[in-house]
């Protein structure tokens, strides 16, 4: 194959038109600009304690709060779902089970349910202590001070969310080819560096995806830990302020508006973990990798194949 | 000198399933062995079992004189821990048929791996190793490249690369060209023709004809789960014995 002034010319064509997609178009926009028109001059909507309470610093008090939830409950989730996934699919029988009992009770009950009973706890129990039974005590956990609610809270939402996370990290372990496995053990990786270093990796790839969704389904759920009660997150001031000033459609739009604008910051960082884990999994050449290869090509010009 | 396998009488059964009926062979030191057999007759289960990665039910196999999957205390056999079975294979080598190759990880990557993590070789040690074991499977540019990336001979290249490099005493390629396209069979061949003619201990299976003649020491002919004749290559298949290696050979040649 040799590269020569005689090669044709490249391809002028007239590409494809598509009318019908910009007739669906138009039509879309005319009818949400009707519709925003409407709202904006309906004074139900009360844009202007929208726009006073939008920036509230109790409200963005409480979507920080909201945040914390999230991140906390969903930190322990993923690292009590991984630990779950793994002794169910671990050839001990004790951990087996003991995996499949925690998965049958957190997602066989409500989670709102679960998080009232978190909530009673402290009328159960006065106080958690960690030490040495009858000897020193290394770790102690006041239940009846009034700022264990929001430990309470998270504790319950991960408890919970642990149960489906174990199941989603479950699918990807599955998703893993068993030769690879076969080759690490044969390369005398033990069973738990095998998982670390070669299967969990590729799991990612599975596991990343439904994750991102539980993480965004997770900040809509801290809404309902005003069961436990806490009511100092997003949805909870939001009602508290509505309450008083008997507007609740502008605060409710207040918090939507927050929850919007953190899902979607988190769904940019899971499109860059999503790429960081699809590492190797095409075939095509990454940018960095073509142009190597382009340049070897401009080289070797008239040497044929790169 | 003691022989780098030794089976005596290997079982293997799965369930009710009798795969390997009583397995008797001696593979001396640098010696390549070839076993062939139509599918089914158990030689890649007694593949398998020598490096542990199934079990055997009866019988003894030996590895360089170590038992392999079981201690000897006294007249009882103890099942190995994990740990020491892992310890034991760090000195087999292995190759499958569909390569195996870690997808996440450059055909560098792969081959550094095993050294860094279980041996605890230094990263920059591990690499030059790596580096210098890819320009031994004619690899050397292809270093950066993920296994989608390559062909089935090149990524069949980096698994032998990636085998050798826990400098094993005994390599086992388990039809090692059987997923590949025809043109791409004589590199890997090539490759492992080089490691017998460095002195590396083999156990093939495979169903090149020619290389078996060319290469093995000794040809063994598998069948239903026992051998059913064993010997040199020219005269195992120039001079069959057997009626059953007879009808094997007459339709792979």
């Known amino acids: ?306 | 000198m003691t022989p780098m396998v030794k089976a005596e009488s290997v079982c293997k059964s799965f369930g009710a399933l009798k795969v390997l009926k009583g397995v008797t062979l001696e593979i001396d030191k640098g010696q390549v062995l070839v076993l062939v057999g139509p599918s089914g007759s158990g030689k890649s289960t007694f593949l398998r079992c020598i490096n542990h990665l199934e079990q055997v039910n009866a019988g003894r196999l030996y590895v360089d004189g170590d038992l392999i999957g079981y201690r000897e205390r006294g007249d009882k056999l103890h099942e190995m821990p994990p740990r020491e079975a892992a310890k034991q294979r760090r000195n087999i080598g292995m190759v499958f048929q569909h390569f195996n190759l870690f997808p996440h990880r450059t055909a560098l990557d792969n081959i550094i791996e095993a050294p860094i993590q279980v041996k605890g070789v230094k990263k920059a040690a591990a690499i030059a190793r790596g580096k210098d074991l890819l320009e031994q499977v004619g690899l050397a540019e292809k270093a950066t490249a993920y296994p989608a990336q390559l062909s089935g001979g090149q990524q069949q290249r980096v698994a032998i690369a990636r085998a050798l490099a826990m400098d094993p005493k005994l390599m086992l390629f388990d039809e090692p060209t059987s997923a590949l396209d025809p043109e791409l069979v004589g590199e890997v061949l090539a490759v492992m023709k080089k490691l017998a003619s460095e002195g590396m201990t083999m156990v093939v299976v495979t169903h090149e004809m020619g290389f078996a003649r060319e290469v093995a020491d000794q040809l063994v002919f598998m069948d239903g789960g026992v051998i059913v004749e064993s010997g040199k290559p020219r005269e195992v298949l120039s001079n069959p014995q057997h009626e059953r290696t007879k009808a094997f050979l007459s339709k792979v040649m």
């Open chain 1, 1 to 306: 194959m040799t590269v020569d002034a005689s090669s044709p010319p490249a391809i002028d064509a007239v590409p494809l038109r598509h009318p019908w997609r910009w007739v669906a178009a138009i039509v879309i926009v005319v009818l949400v600009v009707l519709f925003l028109y409407g709202a904006a001059t309906n004074d139900a909507y009360g844009w202007a304690t929208y726009r006073k309470y939008l920036f509230d610093q109790r409200i963005s008090a409480g979507a920080w709060y909201t945040i914390q939830l999230t991140v906390l409950s969903m930190v322990l989730a993923v690292a009590l779902g991984v630990l779950l996934a793994v002794m169910r699919l671990s050839p001990n029988p004790v951990f087996k089970s003991v995996a499949w009992v925690y998965l049958w009770i957190f997602r066989g009950t409500p989670v709102y349910v679960q998080l009232v009973f978190w909530g009673l706890v402290p009328t159960l129990y006065k106080n958690i202590q960690l030490g040495v039974p009858f000897g020193p005590s290394l770790f102690h956990l006041n239940l009846q001070d009034l700022s264990i609610n929001f430990t309470l809270a998270f504790v319950g939402l991960g408890l919970n969310e642990a149960a489906y996370m174990a199941e989603i990290i479950r699918a990807g372990i599955s998703s893993v080819p068993e030769g690879q496995s076969e080759a690490s053990t044969a390369l005398g990786m033990s069973w738990s560096m095998t998982m670390r270093r070669t299967v969990l990796p590729q799991a990612m790839r599975v596991i990343i995806p439904p994750t991102g969704n539980e993480f965004i389904s997770m900040l809509k759920t801290t809404s309902l830990v005003t069961a436990v009660p806490f009511s100092l997150e997003l949805y909870g001031r939001a009602r508290d302020i509505s309450g008083v000033i008997f507007e609740p459609i502008p605060l409710l739009m207040v918090a939507a508006t927050w929850y919007l604008a953190i899902t979607s910051v988190l769904m940019v960082g899971q499109f860059y973990l999503e790429r960081y884990f699809s590492r190797g999994a095409s075939r095509k050449l990454t940018t960095k990798q073509l142009e190597a290869l382009a340049d070897a090509q401009t080289l070797g010009l008239g040497g044929g194949q790169p």
